[in-house]
């Protein structure tokens, strides 16, 4: 017995937590398992960049970033706040079609989507760095241009304000995990999170 149909897994974290990385390893220990990438997304949050303005009356899109942005928490979380629309259209997309899925990307904020996502079988996962020096190490192999050492505190807040906010949402709500991967293999991650995903679903193996 496998996943859930109707299961989805949100990962959140800053650039350099690994959230691409344990996505693929999660995507290889589960076969049906899939990934949201960027360009099966474009639709549905272009759909949701008119759902959002019409609901909230203006005249343009306000806090879209740019991928070469580095973002604050509030920045994230304000983004997250406009593509929520779109992620709850293809939450629902993909929980009708049966695919386990997860999404993953600096834009997923567990604060501002909990309230928003009313449905069953979704996980939170916040991976998180215990240390400037462990992000400073993730991000050495990085573009240097856009992640100098200067940018290392700047990101490592975001981490810590992440962290904190999820942590306490976590207290509430089973659903919910931040994950202190800073110190771990990419095997011992994997594993761990296997172990969270397959309780949190009840699987049996």
Do not use: W
């Not at 220990?29 to 960027?38: G, L, P």
């Not at 604050?72 to 997250?80: E, G, K, L």
């Not at 089973?174 to 761990?192: C, H, P, Q, R, Y």
Request: with cysteine.
């Amino acid at each position: 017995m496998g996943l859930p149909s109707n299961s989805i897994i949100l990962i959140s974290g800053v650039p350099g937590s690994g959230k691409s990385t344990i996505s693929y390893e999660l995507l290889n220990a589960y076969e049906e398992i899939r990934i949201i990438e960027e360009t099966d997304i474009i639709r549905e949050i272009l759909l949701g960049y008119n759902d959002y303005l019409s609901k909230s009356e203006r005249s343009k899109i306000e806090n879209i970033y740019t991928g070469d942005v580095l973002m604050t928490y509030d920045m994230a979380a304000s983004q997250c706040e406009i593509m929520k629309y779109s992620l709850r259209q293809i939450i629902k997309r993909q929980q009708r079609k049966g695919i386990p899925t997860i999404i993953n990307g600096v834009h997923i904020v567990p604060e501002i989507l909990y309230p928003f996502l009313p449905f069953e079988n979704l996980l939170y996962i916040t991976l998180c760095l215990g240390s400037e020096a462990e992000l400073r190490n993730r991000l050495q192999t990085r573009n240097q241009q856009k992640y100098s050492k200067d940018s290392v505190p700047f990101l490592y807040l975001a981490n810590k304000i992440l962290t904190e906010k999820t942590t306490q949402l976590s207290k509430e709500h089973t659903n919910v995990i931040t994950f202190d991967n800073g110190a771990l293999s990419k095997a011992e991650t994997t594993s761990m999170l296997k172990k969270y995903i397959d309780k949190s679903f009840t699987i049996n193996t």
